[in-house]
């Protein structure tokens, strides 16, 4: 094999005819960025490309379509976050983006370490090529004060075209000046769960025993958060035992989960009247039977306000011996979940009378941004 000579500034370099090859555009494969410590520049190396599982659930397909019809149609870049919780589809969704963009002529890079400054953003501008830019988990690779030196990268002042898709599973990780600016972030797609037609649509796939899928829907309501790797994970299990899925969460690698910031607010509906009866439970604590929700309220006082018999919400508010307030739910009684208002109802029942409890979660954090220096 003959051998060829490479000038780049004043280097040469010797290469074997075959291995060197010359694109007017950058093919559609995937790649990673690499800093080259002798020669001191960046390249490009080549990586395995993505590749999808054989259905996809939910919502993704039309995000995905959506953001390369937007990313093809605007003159400049188009920057995406995917925000949400660990496992809800994140990833995949830039796979999936990436995948559809290769079939299209569109290469991928993937960027894994904190690269930045003017040297980094003028290597990704040189790539005269439209491509994509993803930055898996970007809170992991960049810190707070790091992320402020690629947001020129996101300004869409140059003059190439990229898709920027930025994951991250803690929003409030990202700078407050990638929030609320659709000039550097156009999209923001929030996974905070799996919903309820993903979940029932993968059930109806996957799981042998169809009879069990409204009490496992019920059941998966009240968690904070139920990702994907859970589900499979549940469904698999409980079709190789014929179990249900309280009976497999025994022994999975499964535990309900909350957000620690999350607050609860607890009314009672009696005879269509609604009574508050605290407006600041927390700690949420699930387990396989049961949910706990931890107050600071003088509960005996606050079930003194609902015009009903002690029996009926004493069946599910309780007072340790030491004083401590707390109210436990069985997921059983779940009558209903407003995914909108994020509230759910519970159907409590004694005396021969029924009371509806509502539980409506929020998250404070989601409206506040806390960074070190910001104290």
């Known amino acids: 094999m003959t051998k060829v000579f ?14 060197v090859k010359a694109y ?31 259905k996809i659930y939910g919502k993704n397909v039309n995000h995905s379509k959506r953001i390369l019809t937007t990313s093809d149609e605007r003159p400049g870049s188009t920057g995406v976050l995917l925000s949400g919780i660990k496992g809800a589809g994140k990833t995949l969704l830039g796979k999936q983006v990436a995948v559809a963009g290769r079939a299209k002529g569109i290469p991928t890079i993937v960027i894994n370490k904190d690269w930045h400054g003017d040297e980094f953003n003028s290597f990704i501008q040189s790539i005269t090529t439209p491509a994509i830019i993803m930055f898996d988990e970007f809170e992991k690779i960049y810190d707070y004060h790091t992320q402020r030196k690629v947001l020129t990268l996101f300004d869409g002042v140059f003059p190439t075209r990229k898709l920027f898709i930025v994951t991250t599973n803690t929003e409030r990780d990202i700078s407050e000046f990638m929030q609320n600016r659709p000039g550097r972030i156009y999209y923001n797609f929030e996974f905070n769960t799996l919903g309820q037609d993903f979940i029932e ?12 899928i409204p009490s496992i829907l019920k059941y998966t309501q009240i968690f904070s958060f139920f990702n994907f790797d ?3 994970a549940a469904v698999e299990e409980m079709n190789r035992y014929g179990e249900t899925l309280p009976e497999v969460l025994e022994v999975l690698n499964i535990k309900p989960e909350n957000r620690s910031t999350d607050t609860y607010k607890i009314e009672a509906v ?18 396989r039977f049961e949910y706990t929700l931890w107050t600071d309220c003088d509960m005996p006082k606050a079930i003194e306000s609902v015009p009903v018999s002690k029996n009926v919400l004493e069946e599910v508010a309780k007072v340790t011996s030491d004083g401590d307030s707390y109210i436990v739910f069985d997921p059983t009684k779940l009558e209903s979940f407003d995914q909108t208002k994020n509230m759910f109802t519970y159907a409590v029942e004694a005396d021969g009378k029924v009371v509806k409890l509502m539980i409506t979660r929020n998250d404070p954090l989601d409206k506040w941004k806390f960074h070190p220096d910001a104290f």
Not at 270 to 287: H, K, L, M
């Open 201 to 212: 649509e993968f059930l109806e796939d996957r799981l042998n025993d169809k009879s069990q």
């Open 6 to 19: 490479l000038k780049s500034g004043g280097t040469i370099r010797v290469r074997d005819s075959g291995a």
């Open 230 to 232: 859970m589900l499979s």
């Open 24 to 54: 007017d555009d950058l093919p559609a494969e995937t790649y990673t960025v690499k800093f080259d410590e002798r020669a001191g520049e960046f390249y490009l190396e080549q990586i395995e490309n993505f590749t999808l599982p054989k």
């Open 270 to 287: 009696v005879n269509g009247e609604v009574y508050t009866i605290d407006r600041s439970f927390a700690n949420f604590q699930p387990n």
